[in-house]
């Protein structure tokens, strides 16, 4: 039995990138805030280095003109982003609601379907599941 390269590049690695996410999750969201703290805080580093040597500030006035100078900056880029992205969540959130009407009328379709036994043992996993969940939580 030979393993087909392509079927695990193309199955297996989406696996192990979702199982990861899944047990690694909070790891994975600690190191990418990291990252952006350290980002963030190289930037302030560069521009109050660039205000004191340009500009020939004392280092506090260098770190003021800095903090303000990134504080524009990111209201700029927010204002734009929200502009630009506006349309696509107002058009997402009607796909979204007729998609949600769609599904609801299935599930209700497929309940009624249902016999009693089967009911009580979908409403008894569920419980499970939420028990489960809230031992964990």
């Not at 660039?50 to 006035?61: A, G, I, N, R």
Request: aromatic share 10%; charged share 25%.
């Amino acid at each position: 039995m030979t393993i087909d390269k392509r079927k695990l590049i193309r199955y297996g690695l989406p696996a192990i990138l979702l199982i990861s996410a899944v047990f690694a999750g909070e790891l994975m969201l600690e190191g990418l805030i990291e990252f952006a703290d350290l980002l963030l805080e190289l930037s302030q580093h560069v521009l109050t280095s660039f205000y004191s040597k340009v500009f020939e500030l004392d280092h506090l006035e260098a770190q003021h003109k800095a903090a303000w100078t990134s504080m524009i900056t990111f209201i700029i880029v927010l204002i734009l982003t929200i502009r630009k992205l506006a349309p696509k969540v107002a058009r997402k959130i009607e796909e979204g609601k007729d998609w949600y009407k769609n599904r609801r009328e299935a599930v209700r379709a497929w309940w009624r379907g249902l016999g009693w036994f089967k009911k009580a043992t979908y409403l008894g996993g569920g419980v499970a599941a939420l028990a489960g969940l809230a031992m964990i939580l």
